[in-house]
């Protein structure tokens, strides 16, 4: 199967991180709630994509999960965020703000700033 | 690191084949009540809130590989199936299996048979520390036309004093007679400088080198011995140190015992084998004096500084020389144009079989790829039959690089089967192997099948296995799928692409087979001629016993210092030996009067009447001989006499000459009754005799000058004992052996040989390359054949249908049969013309190794091609037959 593009994926990684940061342990439907909440249609379609990307990041030590109940009482997987993944969605987040801020001068620019 | 703690948790979620699908299964659950409940909500019918929610979701299998992939190895996981299904595969078709495993074993088993010769003398001979810093050095006399004559002992310390080295050694070869053993053994020992361990930086076992300062000018008494010689004389005494040795009557002692696996990097194959270095600073008794013009013949090695080139060290090398010319006028005459050489040591060890193995190498190299032509054949042939068994995996979504994959890792894993054969065989007849190899076969360190031969088996196996792999997967992944379903079904197979990379296939291997058979013809004809050649002596039923006077440091206790006291010795050993049983004829020659026995005697020669100018003099080869040697060899003496009884100590100095010492020295003369000196001896000696020329000093050799002396007036130390006669290998040694020792019970007596097993040995060399070639070209050969045979019956059983036709439409069998054989004669022709040139172009590389035969011989190459010709109609003739024999009404029904 096709792999997403590398900017996809770490996007919808952040937001993950961010999401949870914010509102603290969330089931996976929840997460995807949130996402397309602020995002608009980034989750409209393929939310099911969630699921390999809090799986990679399980992984990788940046959430943790158990299982829980849901609202409506049923049995549900709730992911936190760990210490290690805070520090990594604060440095990715800096970085962001670092490549869009370098972005956006780049779009402002005119042709005399460039001669 | 979050890329290895990830990496950490997938190898062990593979492991534990944890694949997580029961909790993915339940969350999408959950997913999906929690969307529905939302939907309904917001005023959704419960079946449309369900499926707005599915849809919303995303395609599951899709979601659930990704799951998967990130869960796990998927590459490994793939893999491991792919493997599972190629054993599947290779169980229901064992005997393609079993073709394809046996003919890779063999391919892969005989490379890595080859490297392991390669490895042990070509990679890494020099078992010394920074290899590449040690070198030859090498004189010559360029203007007289003597090479390597040897430094003197003024001019090797004149380049110690010159600083371009850091070390330079001379070293000796010779043999010492042991004493105080139960037998009297002869050692091979090489008389050294005493900084020769220090450069060649081996630390000894036990004990300790000689001092490198050491500045004595005899010898040192001082003995260092092999690990070899302390076992096998010393039974390995850890108290050997100190110990004192008794060699030609003198006594040293042991002051070091070098490492197990330490090899003498010498000149020969005897100074190799060296069991026991003494230090000299030569240039004292027993040598002669140091004079600059005396060339004691000696090898000198010597180590580069750390920081320089061998350029840098010959360009100043260079400058040295000119000014020692300068110098010394007298002695470095303008004429002689004295030249200093630096060789790399590795290049002196092993350049002489450089080209016969790396020919090898290549010739393995071709069976190999001639037996991945071959099964790359086989495969494309099972792929076609396998054809609808893709399309239809590829119909149900296999995407064409997974198939490629599935195949390449079938035909990974036959040849890893093969390699892994092939090493197994390898292995177990490695002692079998190992004998074959000719001893000559000049190396420092031990063959083996190691691991560094086992990692070559298994690169090998692996690109064997890419390369065979690669055509029937690169065509797996290229067919129209609607085309190939609607095909693959019926009788008729394979595209017409498939028939053309078939029909390449087969050509290239016919090529290829061609060349390897050329290179086995060309040098099976050298080795034939070699084999035939006129010698000019007669070796059979003649053998040699080789025995060794003392030379003890103390001129006074030599009893053997004389002509006049060793003729008597000469006479009753001679006299003694010719009474032995089965003997018809006794006679007695220095050691180079051995045939074929590479000892170099070099004099210089100067001739009376002859201008002398310099000192600088040509150098021909010498040998003493008794009186009966050239009648007991069988070398007819031309003009003027042999040697006689009368030509003793007594009676003035003799030689005879050969015709191409006659013929370079006394051109349009008559050499006899003319006089010459030899060396640094002042009595003239008169030519009394011409003999013809013999292939004395090497099979291929064309015809050197050598003179013959009268052994009788000389007080040679180095003998052999020649016997013609009825004589028993096994008994004539200790018979010998016996005579001798009634006469002087301290003398070792060695080294007895049959002539026909010295002259059959200077072809070992020879004969093992050349067989090998031969089997490899065989083994091509066989594969070519079956090669053809294989792709021909494919071509047949495609054709049955239209051969059924045309015999139904009444075709005669016999045009049947013409048309098949004209199928595979095309393919064979194609194959040649393509062999024939590449053969040509190739031949060239292998004219060193050739005797009496041109590369480009014609008969080798039409004979080559007739047979290759004949294998090819072999080969088709079973299908064409089958062919002529199809039923029409079978063939057609079939449909």
């Not at chain 1, 602020?38 to 939310?47: E, K, R």
């Not at chain 2, 290779?90 to 048979?113: D, E, Q, S, W, Y």
Request: aromatic share 6%.
């Amino acid at each position: 199967m096709r792999q997403k593009s590398d900017v996809q994926q770490g996007t919808l990684a952040l937001m993950v991180l961010k999401t949870l940061d914010l509102l603290g342990p969330l089931h996976g439907y929840g997460i995807a709630r949130r996402i397309e909440q602020i995002s608009g249609d980034l989750l409209a379609v393929n939310q099911g994509t969630l699921y390999p990307v809090l799986l990679k990041l399980e992984q990788e030590g940046a959430v943790a999960s158990e299982w829980g109940a849901s609202e409506n009482n049923r049995r549900a997987r709730f992911y936190r965020l760990t210490t290690g993944g805070r520090k990594q969605m604060q440095a990715e987040t800096r970085e962001w703000a670092q490549t869009t801020a370098i972005i956006a001068r780049f779009f402002e620019a005119k042709a005399e700033d460039l001669g | 690191m979050r890329w290895a703690r990830r990496l950490r948790k997938r190898v062990a979620n593979f492991v534990a084949r944890e694949r997580g699908d029961e909790r993915l299964r339940e969350e999408m659950e959950e997913h999906l009540a929690l969307q529905t409940e939302a939907n309904v909500r917001s005023g959704m019918s419960p079946e449309e809130a369900r499926r707005q929610a599915v849809l919303k979701f995303g395609a599951v299998e899709a979601l659930r590989e990704d799951y998967h992939a990130e869960k796990g190895l998927p590459f490994l996981e793939n893999l491991l199936q792919d493997v599972r299904y190629a054993l599947r595969t290779m169980r229901k078709t064992p005997g393609f299996a079993l073709v394809t495993i046996v003919t890779m074993a063999v391919g892969i088993g005989a490379t890595a048979a080859i490297y392991s010769l390669v490895h042990a003398t070509l990679l890494n001979p020099l078992k010394f520390p920074h290899p590449e810093k040690l070198v030859r050095v090498q004189d010559d006399l360029t203007g007289v036309g003597a090479r390597d004559v040897g430094l003197s002992i003024p001019e090797w310390r004149d380049l110690q004093r010159s600083g371009i080295f850091r070390y330079v050694s001379l070293e000796g070869g010779g043999s010492v007679n042991l004493t105080g053993s139960s037998v009297p053994a002869r050692i091979l020992f090489e008389p050294v400088t005493p900084n020769y361990f220090a450069l060649l930086g081996v630390k000894a076992e036990l004990g300790r080198w000689f001092d490198p300062t050491d500045q004595t000018p005899g010898f040192t008494l001082e003995a260092v011995i092999s690990d070899g010689l302390w076992k096998r004389a010393f039974g390995g005494d850890p108290q050997i140190l100190g110990r004192s040795l008794r060699l030609d009557n003198d006594s040293y002692r042991v002051v070091g015992v070098m490492p197990p696996g330490f090899h003498d990097p010498g000149r020969t194959p005897d100074e190799r084998q060296t069991e026991l270095w003494l230090a000299t600073g030569f240039g004292a008794y027993p040598g002669p004096p140091p004079v600059r013009n005396l060339r004691l013949g000696l090898g000198e090695i010597a180590r580069l500084e750390p920081g320089d080139s061998l350029e840098e060290a010959q360009s100043r090398l260079d400058a040295l020389v000119v000014s020692l010319q300068k110098q010394y006028p007298a002695d470095y005459p303008a004429e002689a144009a004295w030249k200093v050489r630096l060789v790399p040591l590795k290049e002196s060890v092993v350049g002489s079989v450089k080209q016969p193995l790396l020919m090898l190498l290549g010739a393995v190299g071709l069976v190999l790829l001639i037996g991945c032509v071959n099964v790359a054949n086989l495969l494309l042939a099972r792929s076609s039959a396998r054809g609808r068994e893709m399309a239809v995996r590829q119909a149900l979504g296999a995407g064409r690089r997974r198939l490629a994959r599935q195949l390449l890792t079938e035909s990974l894993l036959l040849s890893l089967a093969g390699g892994l054969a092939g090493c197994a065989i390898l292995f177990s007849a490695r002692g079998f192997l190992l004998r074959l190899v000719p001893d000559s076969l000049p190396r420092l360190n031990d063959l083996a099948i190691d691991w560094g031969v086992l990692a070559f088996a298994l690169a090998v196996s692996l690109a064997a296995g890419t390369l065979f792999g690669l055509a029937p997967a690169l065509q797996a992944g290229r067919k129209d799928l609607t085309h190939k379903l609607k095909v693959e079904g019926r009788g008729s197979t394979g595209s017409q692409e498939q028939a053309r990379t078939r029909r390449v296939l087969v050509i290239t291997e016919f090529a290829l087979s061609l060349m390897l058979m050329i290179a086995a013809g060309l040098l099976l004809r050298s080795f034939w001629d070699l084999y035939r050649v006129q010698l000019g002596f007669n070796p059979q039923h003649v053998m040699s016993v080789r025995l060794w006077l003392p030379i003890p440091n103390d001129p006074k206790t030599d009893i053997y210092g004389t002509p006049a006291e060793e003729a008597p010795f000469l006479r009753e050993v001679l006299r003694r030996c010719a009474l032995l049983p089965g003997v018809q004829e006794a006679a007695m020659g220095q050691t180079e009067a051995i045939p074929l026995h590479h000892g170099r005697n070099l004099y210089p020669l100067a001739v009376e009447g002859h201008d002398v100018r310099s000192s600088q003099l040509p150098m021909v080869q010498g040998a003493s001989v008794s009186p009966d040697y050239f009648h007991l060899m069988g070398i007819p003496v031309d003009r003027g006499r042999g040697f006689t009884a009368q030509d003793d100590e007594e009676a003035p100095m003799v030689a005879a000459v050969n015709e191409s010492m006659a013929r370079s020295f006394w051109p349009n003369q008559d050499p006899v009754g003319k006089r010459i000196r030899l060396g640094a001896r002042k009595d003239p000696i008169e030519v009394v005799g011409v003999v013809a020329d013999a292939r004395t000093e090497s099979l291929e050799a064309v015809q050197a000058p050598q003179v013959y002396l009268a052994l009788l007036q000389r007080r040679d130390k180095e003998l052999a004992i020649f016997l013609r006669g009825n004589l028993d290998p096994a008994t004539i040694p200790e018979r010998v052996r016996a005579q001798v020792q009634a006469v002087n019970p301290e003398l070792p007596v060695f080294g007895a040989m049959t002539l026909p097993d010295v002259v059959a040995g200077s072809l070992a060399q020879r004969r093992f390359s050349m067989e090998l070639v031969l089997l490899f070209a065989l083994t091509a050969l066989l594969l070519a054949g079956l090669g053809i045979y294989g792709t021909i019956s494919y071509l047949v059983s495609e054709r049955k249908h239209e051969i059924g036709i045309r015999l139904a439409l009444g075709a005669k069998p016999g045009t049947i049969l013409q048309m098949v054989l004209r199928q595979g004669l095309e393919l064979a022709g194609a194959g040649a013309a393509v062999g024939l040139a590449g053969a040509l172009l190739a031949a060239h590389l292998l004219a060193g190794l050739l005797y009496g035969v041109t590369p480009t011989d014609p008969a080798t190459f039409v004979g080559v091609t007739a047979v290759l010709t004949a294998v090819a109609l072999a080969g088709c003739s079973i299908p064409a037959w089958r062919a002529m024999r199809v039923d029409p009404l079978v063939a057609l029904r079939d449909e």
